[in-house]
């Protein structure tokens, strides 16, 4: 099973070997832009980038201006002159898990509606968590149509300025963001968007026990990124072996359908990559079935993500989860505790 990156939740372009393949590398691209969509371990984390990118472009009318850049050593030493004003252009919840400190927050989607206003009289210096900086630049190009040529972006974003020692600051912790203490308990709840999507415990239809978890989405053109569950798990068993993961999973209208991945953290909590999103889907209406996707931990993992993903409409149940490192290479077979993995709790 390919991993690809969702980043761009959730930004960088990395991957994780194909267990299928040998654990060889693969490129994400021709992944990208179904993985982009997925909100994770972060965030997930930046993968609105990519669709942001897309209505950036539209709002702008052309991506081709030419926006000054500027790298991190340059930006710290100008933030620290007050020279430049940095401008936050991510979501909310990507935010929340850490930003520049004294930047403003103007997410790109609001500066795209024309609701964001944005501090005069000081250079802004836009940063994202995106590949290639591409969402940063667009918001810069938006203040340039509009005559505000005063603008730069930050080459590297956050992840650059936070592994340089900038000063940042973290408003809340993901479980606190992804809501684990609300039920289904332990799993994080991505994202959190209560006027679209619902989730909570069947207790009324399972595929094993009492309880099931279920996800409900109603559809909406505007909205960005899967709903999802998610869960962190410790990687040290884990590194380096093809896991897999197992649950239960039925759909109901589900346009176009819903996905069991695995996905990688990396220690500064970047998503280093997932399965592919099409490897088992569930796809319309499906009873009970069991689902399973297979992948290779990274050796640098600090996280094992492991989550279902519902991807535009519709519901799905999942229930009996579980993720086992399976014997290989003399290496004995290894099952994971998963919390609350039969949603009973």
């Known amino acids: 099973m ?10 960088a372009m990395r991957t994780i070997p194909d267990a299928r393949r040998g654990g060889h590398w693969a490129s994400a691209g021709p992944i990208l832009a179904i993985a982009l969509l997925l909100v994770m371990a972060a965030g997930a984390a930046g993968a609105a980038a990519a669709p942001a990118a897309s209505a950036a472009k539209a709002a702008a009318g052309a991506d081709t201006l030419p926006v000054a850049r500027m790298n991190v050593p340059q930006a710290i030493l100008a933030a620290s002159r007050g020279e430049v004003l940095l401008v936050d252009v991510r979501p909310a919840g990507q935010r929340s898990l850490g930003h520049i400190r004294d930047d403003v927050h103007a997410p790109f989607d609001r500066m795209a509606a024309g609701q964001a206003e944005l501090p005069k ?6 940063y994202c968590s995106c590949h290639a900086e591409e969402v940063a630049l667009d918001a810069a190009r938006l203040l340039q149509k509009s005559g505000n040529a005063n603008v730069a972006v930050l080459v590297g974003g956050y992840d650059d300025w936070r592994q340089a020692g900038g000063p940042t600051q973290v408003d809340a912790t993901w479980e606190e963001i992804f809501k684990l203490d609300e039920p289904p308990a332990g799993w994080g709840k991505t994202p959190v968007d209560p006027k679209r999507c619902r989730y909570e415990v069947d207790r009324s239809g399972a595929a ?3 309880a099931s ?3 409900t989405c109603v559809r909406d053109t505007s909205a960005r990124g ?7 798990l410790d990687p040290a068993a884990l590194r380096g072996r093809k896991v897999t993961l197992s649950a239960m999973v039925r759909t109901q209208d589900a346009d176009p359908g819903a996905f069991l991945w695995i996905g990688a953290e ?3 909590g970047r998503v280093m990559g997932m399965t592919r999103p099409d490897a088992n889907p569930s796809l319309g209406t499906q009873d009970w079935r069991l689902v399973e996707v297979s992948g290779v931990v990274p050796p640098t993992a600090v996280k094992v993500l492991i989550g279902v993903s519902l991807m535009a409409s519709g519901t ?3 229930d009996d989860v579980r993720l086992v490192a399976v014997e290989d290479r003399g290496m004995p077979r290894v099952r994971v505790v998963v919390r609350n993995q039969g949603f009973e709790e």
């Open 266 to 268: 990396d220690a500064q």
């Open 226 to 232: 899967f709903a999802g569950y998610t869960q962190k």
């Open 208 to 210: 094993r026990g009492a």
């Open 121 to 126: 009289g000081k250079r802004l210096l836009f």
């Open 213 to 215: 978890a279920r996800i």
């Open 316 to 318: 799905v149940w999942l």
């Open 2 to 11: 390919r991993f690809a990156p969702p980043d761009s939740i959730m930004p």
